[in-house]
Nanobody, 118 residues
Framework: VQLQASGGGLVQAGGSLRLSCAASTRIDSIKNMGWYRQGPGKQRELVASITSDGITNYADSVQGRAFISRDNAKNTIYLQMNSLQPDDTGVYYC?????????????WGQGTQVTVSS
């Protein structure tokens, strides 16, 4: 599975961005997909995830400001980020968790830079 993330950029505080992650394969059977980010000097952290059943999960820091969705027809997931703050700055990565019994396989995209200016 190859993942191509896009949509990052420079935005002022309070602005919005929509990130996209296109997969090289059908995503309707991928158990879980998500967005992670790594800020300067910080560890990579989960931002949001979505299961194949559409169940979503968000980090407390983005709750109410971030919305993850998936379009199985386009094999793409999205992350809509609103009310962006400088602390949201970082490289955003998408991830796919693939279950091929009896193992799990984890795939990462190359990352897209999000910079929020104050």
């Amino acid at each position: 599975v190859q993942l191509q993330a896009s949509g990052g950029g420079l935005v002022q505080a309070g602005g919005s961005l929509r990130l996209s992650c296109a997969a090289s394969t059908r995503i309707d059977s991928i158990k879980n997909m998500g967005w992670y980010r790594q800020g300067p000097g910080k560890q990579r952290e989960l931002v949001a995830s979505i299961t194949s059943d559409g169940i979503t999960n968000y980090a407390d820091s983005v709750q109410g400001r971030a919305f993850i969705s998936r379009d199985n027809a386009k094999n793409t997931i999205y992350l809509q980020m609103n009310s962006l703050q400088p602390d949201d700055t970082g490289v955003y990565y998408c991830k796919a968790d693939v279950r091929i019994l009896p193992r799990w396989y984890y795939y990462w995209g190359q990352g897209t830079q999000v910079t929020v200016s104050s």
